[in-house]
T-cell receptor, first 113, second 117 residues
Framework: AQKVTQAQTEISVVEKEDVTLDCVYE???????LFWYKQPPSGELVFLIR??????QNEISGRYSWNFQKSTSSFNFTITASQVVDSAVYFC??????????FGTGTRLQVFP | SQTIHQWPATLVQPVGSPLSLECTVE??????LYWYRQAAGRGLQLLFY??????ISSEVPQNLSASRPQDRQFILSSKKLLLSDSGFYLC????????????????FGPGTRLTVL
């Protein structure tokens, strides 16, 4: 079965702290795609990253970085030097040989000044 | 650039009333279109997706239906709303795959917050 688990329901940090959001997935397919989305209080989902199963290189984009490890079926997301504007719900999602996304239940991140 | 619109932004409806939510995409042709529902404090559930005009796939049996009367228009409807239909409804689009490459990224609209009383 295809499944995405985000075990952290809510995380609170103080501004400038680093924070890692965990994502563990299950799939039998050898080809699959992983995504992260951000949902700010306004509600709209904002696309952050798409990664295929053949590309295990970690990626960095500004203060954001992603650690993809097939050995542990994890695709974790780290925010360095968090800011209040990072406060949002973050979703990890999985897609295999279809156009459908399987979402995790999300992690609510609160960054306090 | 592509943009996706949803309306209304918020809606309060009584139980048993009909529903029509609209989603339109601009700046692209032949997109895949999707309807998701997000119940309060929960993840996203795919309700319907469409790969073309009149082509609708339903993911979850319920009292909702979807239609795609035009290439870039996707409508979510109900004849009689239930309390359990309350939630945040998101429309999304992606580029339609023309080869065996992987799924394209889905881009989401601003959503419609529906409260059924």
């Amino acid at each position: 079965a295809q499944k995405v688990t985000q075990a952290q329901t809510e995380i609170s940090v103080v501004e400038k702290e680093d924070v890692t959001l965990d994502c563990v997935y299950e799939t039998r397919d050898t080809t699959y795609y992983l995504f992260w989305y951000k949902q700010p209080p306004s509600g709209e989902l904002v696309f952050l990253i798409r990664r295929n199963s053949f590309d295990e290189q970690n990626e960095i984009s500004g203060r954001y970085s992603w650690n993809f490890q097939k050995s542990t079926s994890s695709f974790n997301f780290t925010i360095t030097a968090s800011q209040v504007v990072d406060s949002a719900v973050y979703f990890c999602a999985l897609s295999y040989n279809t156009d459908k996304l399987i979402f995790g239940t999300g992690t609510r991140l609160q960054v306090f000044p | 650039s592509q943009t996706i619109h949803q309306w209304p932004a918020t809606l309060v409806q009584p139980v048993g009333s009909p529903l029509s939510l609209e989603c339109t995409v601009e700046g692209t042709s032949n997109p895949n279109l999707y309807w998701y529902r997000q119940a309060a404090g929960r993840g996203l559930q795919l309700l319907f997706y469409s790969v073309g005009i009149g082509q609708i796939s339903s993911e979850v049996p319920q009292n909702l239906s979807a239609s795609r009367p035009q290439d870039r228009q996707f409508i979510l409807s109900s004849k009689k709303l239930l309390l359990s239909d309350s939630g945040f409804y998101l429309c999304a689009w992606s580029v339609r795959r023309t080869s065996r490459r992987g799924p394209d990224t889905q881009y989401f609209g601003p959503g419609t917050r529906l409260t059924v009383l």
